[in-house]
């Protein structure tokens, strides 16, 4: 199975802030990757799939990059609605796996 | 709109089974393969299960395999999760969700989620 960590586990930053989420696969997954953003008490949302592709709706504050195995999400200024956990998950091969979550905090 | 309601849920004692349901409404359900994705308490998202559109092909996570049965009715707009063998590790709530059309590799619809509860 393919194995995905991020890094940090949590993150601490202010409004405005520009703040980027690490994921690493274990295995190279050329750009089978999504991210999604969870906030508490709510199902995720899909924000990114493709490692860089924008799904429809989601502000273009938020961006992806990477491929094989080193990906990255980042928040160009972050607003107060963005304060959320962030999870990656390779769409590669089954069984899909997600990274252990980002916690996005208000510092 | 897209909506996905899940059920089922509750307590149930270890190496008991347990059925969950999802209902689809706001899309046909025969177009999209469909997933099962849960979440124990206070922990991450793990991913359970995917069934194709049609209902032939299944994948399951290492830990849930020969004992979870992902499964359909087209006709009913309805996703299943059978669970057998039930174990406290199996305790999360477990959200029904939608692959994301061709071309976008993703779930893009989730429910709200039923909750297990594993516990003698």
């Known amino acids: 199975d393919i194995q995905m960590t991020q890094s940090p586990s949590s993150v601490s930053a202010s409004v405005g802030d520009r703040v980027t989420i690490t994921c690493r696969a274990s295995?190279?997954?050329?750009?089978?990757l999504a991210w999604y953003q969870q906030k508490p008490g709510k199902a995720p949302k899909f924000l990114i799939f493709?490692?860089?592709s924008l799904q429809s709706g989601v502000p273009s504050r938020f961006s992806g990059s990477g491929s094989g195995t080193d990906f990255s999400l980042t928040i160009s200024s972050l607003q107060p609605e963005d304060f959320a956990t962030y999870y990656c998950q390779q769409t590669n091969r089954f069984p899909l796996t997600f990274g252990g979550g980002t916690r996005v905090e208000i510092k | 709109q897209v909506q996905l309601v899940e059920s089922g849920g509750g307590v149930v004692q270890p190496g008991r089974s347990l059925r969950l349901s999802c209902a689809v409404s706001g899309f046909t359900l025969n177009d999209y393969p469909m997933h099962w994705v849960r979440q124990a308490p206070g922990k991450g998202l793990e991913w359970v299960a995917v069934?194709?559109?049609?209902?032939?092909?299944?994948y399951y996570t290492d830990s849930v395999r020969g004992r979870f049965t992902i499964s359909r009715d087209n006709s009913k707009n309805t996703l299943y999760l059978r669970m057998n063998s039930l174990t406290v590790e199996d305790t999360a709530l477990y959200y029904c969700?939608?692959?994301?059309?061709?071309?976008?590799?993703?779930?893009?619809?989730w429910g709200q989620g039923t909750l297990v509860t594993v516990s003698s």
């Open positions: 969700a939608r692959e994301a059309p061709e071309e976008v590799a993703g779930i893009d619809y």
């Open positions: 493709d490692a860089s």
């Open positions: 069934v194709s559109d049609d209902g032939t092909s299944q």
């Open positions: 295995h190279s997954i050329s750009n089978w």
